[in-house]
């Protein structure tokens, strides 16, 4: 049973990156409620962190080489920006570890939230560091900031629309089979 609900939660973990390749709102992705529900549901930390970088890496390749190829010309895979994201995801695992403890609606709700709070300080935190659009100043940093606010309601839409998505087929899976309850990843 270990390694079937190991291979259940790693599948809609990766069904959910899937999900990026989809038309949609700029940030309205599924990044923040996979690292959010790998937090809950995995019991290993390890796998917990692996799994949803590997997944959200493994979109990235997909995006980056095949669909935007021309927007990321002359851009390195892993360029400094994406590492910011990267940094992001695992800080956002970090507080599902916390948070997630006991996975209930208010806990998710708040950790989707949270999620897209933490993604929009650090990631706009790595472009305002590492991008020449801004200079490296107070003024600067809170130029970048002010930019990125339009996007931030996508980030957070995103979190509530793949959380439920994510954490509610999986309980529901858990209420159709039994066995998934108490079994650890």
């Known amino acids: ?31 923040g409620a996979i690292a959010l529900f790998g937090a809950a549901y995995f019991a290993s930390k390890k796998w917990a962190i692996l799994i949803p970088l590997l997944a959200l890496w493994l979109s990235d390749l997909v995006l ?26 695992l800080l956002i695992v970090f507080a599902g570890f916390k948070l997630l403890k006991k996975v209930t609606l208010p ?7 949270g999620a897209a709070l933490i993604f929009f300080i650090v990631s706009n935190f790595g472009v305002w560091l590492t991008s020449p659009m801004y200079p490296m100043s107070l ?17 957070l839409a995103g979190n509530l629309v793949y959380c439920t998505a994510l954490f509610g087929a999986y309980e529901f899976l858990k209420l159709k089979t039994p066995q998934l309850v108490g079994a650890e990843a």
Do not use: D, Q
Not at 64 to 80: D, H, K, Q, R, V
Not at 83 to 88: A, F, I
């Open 1 to 31: 049973m270990k390694n079937r609900h190991f291979v259940i939660i790693s599948g809609f973990i990766f069904l959910a990156a899937i999900s990026r390749l989809l038309p949609h709102p700029p940030n309205f992705t599924a990044v």
């Open 64 to 89: 980056n080489n095949l669909i935007y190829a021309e927007f990321y010309a002359g851009m390195t895979f892993l360029s400094w920006n994406m590492l910011w994201v990267y940094g992001s995801i």
């Open 107 to 113: 806990r998710v709700l708040t950790g989707a939230f």
């Open 139 to 155: 003024e600067g940093l809170i130029a970048c900031y002010t930019a990125a606010i339009p996007f931030f309601h996508y980030t």
